[in-house]
């Protein structure tokens, strides 16, 4: 759905149908990634599943790298024929779709639900029922905060660019702004790579702990930026730190969502959270614009840093899953509602 839609995307003739088919895009990209999350994790064994999740975000920083690099060197080809470019992921989609079983430990749960000997699969009513309502809750609010400080300064970038050197042409804008988000996918990478090797190091670390560093890390880092930043190369700095901590927190939530939820709603709890955490980006675009005009870009973006301190409270809502890397509703193996919640 994804990949078909931002090709199609291509062929638009008015920004109503641009925002049509972005928008069925979108529904494609807030279900592949917590479908594929739940297969990476569950073919892995329960000890390394933090390690493959964290190599999963890291080829997603990978592959933004290398879609940054494209849109430069098709720059003067047009924006269609970058859009038209994202009808590759779907033939790599159906390889994978032939040549990737679904893990054993999902056909035991689902084979288990048919049979009703074992809890019903994809179950929303579940997650909001008394032993999970508080790990929803919790997870929702994480992705939440993650996504609006992230995705809501990164509206904001060019902009910032454009006031600081307001005489640029649009071709040296454009090229800025390129070499800007390079700095900043470079920062993720790193983020991405340190989370890495700290539960590599150290499987057992306290998730909670971690997010919250990120979510400090990424409040101070966006001050700098929304507040103090007004040269190229300080701005350019500050990107790279913000692509650490901002985009790189994402990689300890990946793993925290995950371990969040029990085999047979983690690929539905994943998706619930980080898709009412998405509602709130989406309309990120318009308010933002609408608020930058009374109160400026800067300080709409020091607004937006907030949610890092809404993450940083947020997390000591839900429980601590490092310890145990997520309950599993395989058999022989069924968690209790005490362990479920948390208490």
């Not at 920004?15 to 990209?29: F, K, N």
């Not at 269609?80 to 009808?87: D, K, S, T, Y």
């Not at 040296?172 to 989370?195: K, V």
Request: glycine share 12%; proline share 5%; charged share 10%.
């Amino acid at each position: 759905i994804y990949s078909v839609f931002t090709a199609i995307s291509a062929f638009a003739q008015s920004w109503p149908q641009l925002l049509a088919l972005q928008t069925l895009a979108g529904i494609g990209l807030g279900g592949e990634w917590a479908a594929g999350a739940a297969l990476v994790v569950e073919t892995w064994p329960k000890r390394h599943r933090p390690k493959a999740v964290q190599v999963m975000g890291f080829a997603a920083v990978v592959g933004q790298i290398l879609a940054a690099l494209l849109a430069i060197v098709m720059f003067d080809w047009g924006w269609r024929w970058i859009l038209a470019v994202g009808a590759v992921p779907a033939l790599v989609s159906l390889g994978l779709r032939f040549v990737t079983p679904e893990s054993a430990a999902w056909k035991h749960s689902h084979d288990a639900a048919l049979r009703q000997a074992g809890p019903k699969m994809g179950s929303l009513t579940e997650l909001f029922g008394k032993a999970l309502r508080r790990r929803t809750v919790a997870g929702s609010l994480v992705a939440a905060a993650t996504m609006i400080g992230a995705w809501g300064g990164a509206i904001l970038f060019p902009t910032l660019l454009q006031g600081m050197s307001p005489g640029l042409s649009t071709v040296e804008l454009t090229r800025q702004t390129g070499i800007i988000f390079m700095a900043m996918n470079a920062g993720a990478t790193l983020g991405f790579a340190s989370t890495l090797a700290l539960v590599w190091l150290a499987p057992l670390l306290p998730r909670r702990m971690l997010f919250a560093g990120y979510c400090a890390g990424a409040w101070i880092v966006s001050v700098l930026l929304y507040a103090v930043a007004n040269t190229f190369p300080l701005f350019l700095l500050a990107m790279f730190g913000f692509g650490c901590f901002a985009l790189g927190g994402f990689g300890i939530l990946s793993i925290y969502l995950t371990e969040l939820f029990p085999l047979h709603l983690r690929a539905t709890g994943q998706g619930f959270t980080w898709n009412v955490a998405r509602l709130f980006t989406a309309v990120g675009p318009l308010t933002v614009t609408a608020a930058s005009g009374s109160f400026g870009f800067r300080a709409v973006g020091l607004a937006i840093a907030t949610a890092f301190g809404m993450g940083l409270v947020a997390i000591w809502f839900g429980p601590e899953t490092g310890r145990d890397a997520g309950p599993d509703s395989t058999p022989g193996h069924e968690p209790s509602a005490g362990t479920l919640s948390g208490c």
